[in-house]
């Protein structure tokens, strides 16, 4: 009878044991690091259940053999109880939808497809594909084309409205405005105010007011472009 009551201890223990939750719901609507514990932990008690079982059933044995009391004592204290172990899922590079869309700013695609040589070859390899144009020299003007207004804004100094020149209308000229309006434009009218005799000549009356510009035309954007 001196074994009869730490057997009946290791049977109050068997029976307090938790129930076993239903291991078999599925990983429906959780992530996969949860899925794993969850199936470790059923793991664990499937284990837990099974040894139990054994020590349920060399109890009920030594019940009938009081001699094997200290089997069962020894077989209580070797129960092992196994590890949980939980696989944590891989976070990998974001996948590019768009093949036209470079990822070189996204570090974690490229440190998994380049190495330092593999991105100093890769270097390498573009900078032999550079071409160098030769400067070639700009040719001549023809000077048959007609007046220069470029040429001639950089070769004149004075503003718009200064005058310069003498404009005697003994001879007519017709309207100004209407004369300025028939060449559509005042880089026109400037250079037809040259072929015309200008800046001196004035024979259509291009340049009242005698400052060398025909028709409101302004040479100061070509001489702040050459400034730059």
Known sequence: MKYLFPVLGVLALVACAPPVPDSASGVGFEDYGSYQSRLAQAARIEADKASKARIEARVNASLLKPEAAPEVAEAVATVEVPAVVVQKPTVSAPAVNNPGISDEQN????AARETIQSDAE?????AAQYEV???KTVPNRNNTLGPNIVEYALATSNPVGNKLYNRLRAFGGGNNARNCAAH?????AQEAFL???GP???R???????DGYACGWDPE???AAVRK
Request: zero cysteines.
């Open 107 to 110: 570090f974690a695609a490229v």
């Open 122 to 126: 890769r270097r390498k390899e573009q």
């Open 133 to 135: 144009a030769e400067v």
């Open 184 to 188: 559509g434009s005042p880089d026109i």
């Open 195 to 197: 072929a015309a005799g």
């Open 200 to 202: 001196r000549k004035d």
């Open 204 to 210: 259509k009356n291009l340049d009242p007011d005698g």
């Open 221 to 223: 954007p070509f001489r």
